[in-house]
C-alpha cells in the first residue's frame, strides 16, 4: 500500500543548509537518507549510528546482511530487501545464500534469522538464544545484533512511511538479475 505524504527524497537545490556538509557523504547518496533530510538534526545525529551498524559492527560484514536482510523481510520493505540483495551480491555472497534468508537458512545463517524474528516476535533474545549467538559470534555482536534489527526497523518504517523508492541503479540491478 503506498500513500502519498508529499514528502520524498531531497534534490540537490532543496538540500537542507543544516546538513550542507552530509550531501556529498552517505546522507547524499541514498533516498532514504535524502528522505531524512527533511529533518536535519535526525540525519546528523543518525550519522555516528550508522558507522557503528553499517560499517563496524562485531557482526561483521556478511553476518550485518543476513540480519538486514532477515529484518527487511520482517518488515516487508522492498527497498530494503532490494538494497540489501545488492549489498550482500557485493559482498560475494551467493543468491542461493540471500534466497535462503526469506525462510530459514541452516547454520549460522539460521541462527541469525532465529535471532531477528525473536526480536520481533518477542522484542527480546530468549536466554538460551542469545548464548547461543554469544558463543558463535561474541557477546559485543549480540548487542550489534540487536542494535542493527532496531536501527533497520526504524530505516524501515521511514522508507514505508513515505514511500521511499528504491534507487535507480538498485532497481536496474533487481530487474536485470531477479533474485
Known sequence: MTQDTGIGPLGDADWPER?????TGFAGAL???RTMAHHPDLLRAWAPLR???VKDSALGPENSEIAILRTGV??????EWAHHVSRARALGMPDERIAAVLAMPAGPDGLLVRAVDAIFEHHRLPAELERELAAAFGREAVF?????VGFYSVLGTILMTYDVPVDAPVAAEMEARPL
Not at 520482517?74 to 527497498?79: T, W
Not at 550489534?144 to 542493527?148: F, H, P, R, V
Open 19 to 23: 546538513a550542507e556538509d552530509l550531501r
Open 31 to 33: 533516498n532514504i537518507y
Open 51 to 53: 558507522q557503528h551498524v
Open 74 to 79: 520482517r518488515l516487508g520493505s522492498s527497498y
Open 144 to 148: 550489534d545484533l540487536i542494535a542493527t
